[in-house]
Every structure is written in C-alpha cells, then in structure tokens.
Nanobody, 116 residues
Framework: QVQLVESGGGLVQPGGSLRLSCAAS????????MGWYRQAPGKQRELVAH???????NHADSVKGRFTISRDNAKNLVYLQMNSLKPEDTAVYYC??????????WGQGTQVTVSS
C-alpha cells in the first residue's frame, strides 16, 4: 500500500524559507504527476504547484517567483522550496501523487505558519 509522508513544515518569519519534502513509500513505480496543495483555515484547498514525470511544472500565480517544485523520480520524492514567505502562505500543505495506472494518493498534511 502506498503512503505519502510529508516533512519540513514549521514556523517561520515573514521573508523566510522552508523546504517541504514528500516521499512515497510502498511504490516502485514512477508517478505521473506530483503536486502540492494547501488549505488555509476557512478556505478551500488550492493548487500550489505540480510537476509531471517529464519535468514540466506549473505554479500558482500567487507563488510564482517564490516557490519552486522539483522531483526525484528514482526515489519518488517531491520537494517544494518556499522562499520569501508571507503570512498569507500560512496553511496546511498537502502532497498529492498520481500514478500512471490510475488513482491518486494524498499525504496527511504538514503545517506551515508564517508569522513574526
């Protein structure tokens, strides 16, 4: 059974940086798509960024120029480098992966809090 395990969240001051990681355990297959979503209190979950197996990326307008998604296909790892963090980036961040043979997997979420 595939499980996604996220790490790297925490408390950071505005302007600071964090790096999130998500690893897929129990899977030897390369994932078609890997992505990060976030959900702030009282708001809907939204796409932050995703990356397909070929390396093409898509970042939400709100994070372009500040966040960068990357992946390690050999290890089924996906990263989110977050720079110049703002208070409005505060949310629970979720990892999502889509295998080539259908279905989807979600991580349990990691809290990111940007506050002075």
């Amino acid at each position: 059974q595939v499980q996604l395990v996220e790490s790297g969240g925490g408390l950071v001051q505005p302007g600071g940086s964090l790096r999130l990681s998500c690893a897929a355990s129990g899977s030897l297959s390369i994932m078609k798509l890997m992505g990060w979503y976030r959900q702030a209190p009282g708001k809907q979950r939204e796409l932050v960024a995703h990356i397909i197996s070929g390396g093409i990326t898509n970042h939400a307008d709100s994070v372009k120029g500040r966040f960068t998604i990357s992946r390690d296909n050999a290890k089924n790892l996906v990263y989110l480098q977050m720079n110049s963090l703002k208070p409005e980036d505060t949310a629970v961040y979720y990892c999502r992966m889509l295998p080539f043979n259908g279905g989807e997997y979600w991580g349990q979420g990691t809290q990111v809090t940007v506050s002075s």
